[in-house]
Every structure is written in structure tokens, then in C-alpha cells.
């Protein structure tokens, strides 16, 4: 498999060469091309969340739990004292970083379903409601986010593909084939529990034929409601 810089680099790359072209056409101004890209390159090491003691997962949960805790804070900015909030806070991201971490790494296993095209529609599916409903974007980059997290995510698995390969030695390594995949059969209650999900979250999705007629450079800047 490739090493988490590499996935860093070369997510961070594809989103940019993304990012530029959309932008060229019109659809981003600047700033969202900007946000589009983090939002890509963190797709790019999102699929190693499943390994136990892989950087990505520390990353990925640290920043969940700093997420999270920043909402709390803001969300309940008038209704509960300053003091009140911190403690939440950081009580919030205690509980992300450390048991919600826990649990997720006694119910995944490395190359499972998070290693998948499903896992990459799913996550990319949560991500356009996640920036629509509570960042309240527009549906175009609603929709723009949850395309750029699902590039970084495809381009991951490619390259753990690609690493499964050994050119010099002209043989394929036994992890061939185990991290671009359809779904996961080894644990087939998780793809359908993904599949169940990913069905659910698209009705909770903006439409599509929205994005169409938007002036993104304006909708970038502006909230939904």
C-alpha cells in the first residue's frame, strides 16, 4: 500500500488539477476552489480510517472531534455560558477522538468496506448533505464537495492498487485486488448496511438539476436559506 504522504500528495494534486478546471469554466470562484481542494485531499487519506494505527485514522478522528467541537460551540453559542460550552467541547472531542475511535476500529477491518466504490459513494453521498444541511452551501457545492471527496477517495484506492504491484520483481502482491472493489463480500452485512445507508442519505440530498442553473462563483459565497 502507499504511504500516507504519497496519499496526501497525490489526492492533494488531483484536486487541484479538479479544482483549476472547474474553476476555468466558470462554476468556483477562488475560495471554494480552495475549500474543494482540502475537502479533496482529505478524501485522499480518508479510506485508511479503517486501519487501527495508521497516521490517516489519527488524522481523521482529530479532525472529526475539532469539527465537531467547534459546531457545539457555535451552534449553542447563545443559549449556554462561555465556561459551559468549553467544557462540552472538549468534552465532544475527547469522545470522538477516543471512544467513537475505539468502537470504529472494533467494527471495521483494514481493506474492508472502506475499501470500496460503495464506501467512497456512501461517504461522498453524507458529504453533500453534511455541507447542504449544516454548512448550508448551495447544492452546487454541495454537490462539488461530495464529487471532490469522492476523487480523493477513488484516487486512494487506485494507488493502493497500484502499489500491489511489484514492477521489479514482475509479480503481484497478495493485497492485489483487496482495495479497489465494488463493495466488501468478506463482510457483506456491512456493504448492505452502506447500501441502505447511501439510498437513504440521496433523498436527503438538494437536486441536482439546481446546479445547472446557479451562478456558482455567487452561490459559493452565499448560504441556502
Not at 494505527?53 to 449556554?80: K, P, Q
Not at 475527547?94 to 467494527?107: A, D, E, M
Not at 462539488?144 to 476523487?151: D, M, R
Not at 494507488?159 to 479497489?180: C, H, M, P, T, W
Amino acid at each position: 500500500m502507499a504511504a500516507f504522504k504519497t496519499h496526501l500528495a497525490i489526492g492533494t494534486i488531483a484536486s487541484v488539477a479538479t479544482a483549476g478546471f472547474i474553476y476555468t469554466l466558470g462554476y468556483i470562484n477562488i475560495l471554494a476552489a480552495i475549500a474543494l481542494t482540502l475537502v479533496g485531499a482529505f478524501g485522499g487519506i480518508l479510506p485508511d480510517i479503517d486501519s487501527d494505527h495508521s497516521r490517516a485514522t489519527y488524522v481523521v478522528f482529530t479532525l472529526f472531534g475539532i469539527v465537531a467541537a467547534c459546531f457545539l460551540f457555535i451552534w449553542y453559542y447563545s443559549i449556554f455560558p462561555i465556561l459551559v460550552l468549553l467544557t462540552l467541547s472538549v468534552a465532544m472531542f475527547i469522545l470522538i477522538r477516543f471512544p467513537v475511535k475505539y468502537i470504529f476500529g472494533k467494527f471495521t477491518v483494514h481493506r474492508g468496506l472502506f475499501h470500496s466504490i460503495l464506501a467512497a459513494l456512501m461517504i461522498a453521498l453524507i458529504t453533500v448533505c453534511v455541507a447542504y444541511h449544516i454548512f448550508l452551501c448551495t447544492p452546487a457545492i454541495a454537490w462539488f464537495s461530495g464529487l471532490f471527496i469522492a476523487t480523493g477517495y477513488i484516487v486512494h484506492l487506485l494507488l493502493d492498487e497500484i502499489y500491489s504491484v511489484d514492477f521489479s520483481n514482475q509479480r503481484i502482491k497478495r493485497s492485489f485486488g483487496s482495495a479497489f472493489k465494488l463493495l466488501c463480500f468478506r463482510r457483506l452485512h456491512n456493504s448492505i448496511v452502506a447500501i441502505i445507508i447511501s439510498i437513504s442519505v440521496y433523498f436527503l440530498t438538494p437536486e441536482i438539476t439546481t446546479i445547472g442553473n446557479q451562478s456558482a462563483k455567487t452561490a459559493a459565497i452565499q448560504p441556502n436559506h
